[in-house]
């Protein structure tokens, strides 16, 4: 599950740009799934039940193969892992980013109250000015979020284009890979 969540958020970044001749590919090893092309969730579900949970599948030029070797489908994961790692980097630096949100929602609820009671204390000098404090207090707390949420933007900027990087290496890897595996006929022709 968190490998598919790593390839979908891969997938929002905007980071699945296919290469020329790859046209799609599926690597599926355990609960790991690697995927980029044309392929569905049906279309996974169709795959897993002809060759199980440990294979390469990829389209070059229209025309579906399989790889199913173990000694293959670990190189093909080697290339992958690098990745992989980084979008698990990446997915760790969202949780961050999504609990301080968490945070700033949370005193932004602090001020909308308290911002409803300082309308009602128009005639209380002394509480509208406690409010006051309350409500300046709490703006330093937000704005201390802000910057904190400001370097995680800037890291997880940094690691987007890592990530761009690393994608187009390990697009350009397995589609490599794929032409040895055909050339080696480790590939075989999908159906057969």
């Given at each position: 599950m ?18 020329a ?26 795959l ?5 949970t ?6 070059r ?37 999504a ?15 308290i ?18 404090r ?5 703006s ?8 904190q ?44």
């Amino acid at each position: 599950m968190r490998n598919l969540l790593v390839m979908l958020f891969l997938a929002i970044l905007g980071v699945t740009e296919q290469p020329a001749s790859l046209d799609s590919y599926v690597l599926r090893v355990g609960s790991s799934i690697t995927m980029n092309g044309d392929s569905d969730v049906d279309g996974l579900g169709r795959l897993e039940e002809r060759y199980g949970t440990r294979f390469f599948w990829f389209k070059r030029d229209g025309q579906a193969y399989v790889v199913s070797d173990a000694k293959q489908i670990e190189r093909a994961m080697a290339i992958v892992r690098p990745q992989q790692e980084l979008g698990e980097k990446q997915a760790a630096l969202g949780q961050k980013q999504a609990a301080l949100g968490e945070k700033q929602a949370a005193l932004g609820q602090k001020q909308a109250a308290i911002g409803a009671r300082q309308a009602g204390a128009w005639r209380d000098e002394e509480l509208r000015e406690q409010l006051s404090r309350e409500q300046e207090a709490l703006s330093r707390q937000q704005d201390a979020l802000g910057e904190q949420q400001e370097v995680l933007g800037r890291q997880q900027e940094k690691l987007g284009a890592e990530q761009e990087r690393i994608s187009d290496r390990v697009e350009q890897q397995l589609s490599d890979f794929a032409d040895e595996c055909i050339r080696k006929g480790v590939a075989k022709k999908a159906g057969q």
